[in-house]
């Protein structure tokens, strides 16, 4: 039986962004493939048409501030995420027409299987604890941001 997919198993280092700065979902989707492109090493140009191409299909805006983008990326190895807290709310045509402001960028090989769907739950999972979002929202620091979330992966796996 296979453990759980927690958030810190998706969390690499440099993984999680407070006060992302973005005026809306393009510039915030090109933040993001930058900040994704440079951790992975792979070309920004491709993570942003990969964003895109899924935000075509239909939003990835869920609700109550909280977007979760993803994408399947030829020749990613692991499934990996990354977080932004923004400094202030977008508009993200979001499915309640919410502003966004607490984004997981979720990045899958491109032969991710089932693997990629299980990230996804987790992440939506985890985001979808009203308390979880309350502290993020209130959080300003990187650090401590990333400590939440690899503790709310603890607590969801228990």
Same mark, same amino acid.
């Given at each position: 039986?296979?453990?759980?997919?927690?958030?810190?198993?998706?969390?690499?280092?440099?993984?999680?962004?407070?006060?992302?700065?973005?005026? #809306? *979902?393009?510039?915030?989707?090109?933040?993001?493939?930058?900040?994704?492109?440079?951790?992975? *090493?792979?070309?920004?140009?491709?993570?942003?048409?990969?964003?895109?191409?899924?935000?075509?299909?239909?939003?990835?805006?869920?609700?109550?501030?909280?977007?979760?983008?993803?994408?399947?990326?030829?020749?990613?190895?692991?499934?990996?995420?990354?977080?932004?807290?923004?400094?202030?709310?977008?508009?993200? #045509?979001?499915?309640?027409?919410?502003?966004?402001?607490?984004?997981?960028?979720?990045?899958?090989?491109?032969?991710?299987?089932? #693997?990629?769907?299980?990230?996804?739950?987790?992440?939506?999972?985890?985001?979808?604890?009203?308390?979880?979002?309350?502290?993020?929202?209130?959080?300003?620091?990187?650090?401590?941001?990333? *400590?939440?979330?690899?503790?709310?992966?603890?607590?969801?796996?228990?």
């Amino acid at each position: 039986m296979n453990r759980p997919v927690m958030l810190s198993d998706l969390l690499g280092p440099d993984a999680v962004m407070a006060g992302v700065e973005a005026a #809306d *979902k393009k510039q915030l989707l090109e933040s993001l493939a930058h900040h994704a492109a440079a951790a992975l *090493k792979i070309e920004e140009h491709l993570l942003t048409d990969i964003l895109w191409e899924r935000e075509k299909l239909g939003t990835t805006g869920v609700g109550h501030g909280i977007a979760i983008p993803h994408g399947r990326v030829p020749g990613l190895m692991n499934v990996c995420g990354f977080f932004a807290k923004l400094a202030k709310p977008i508009s993200f #045509d979001a499915v309640d027409n919410m502003p966004v402001d607490l984004v997981f960028l979720l990045l899958a090989p491109q032969e991710a299987g089932a #693997d990629h769907l299980h990230a996804l739950a987790a992440v939506s999972r985890a985001l979808r604890d009203p308390a979880l979002c309350e502290t993020l929202r209130k959080t300003k620091d990187s650090g401590a941001l990333t *400590k939440l979330l690899h503790n709310a992966s603890t607590t969801e796996a228990a």
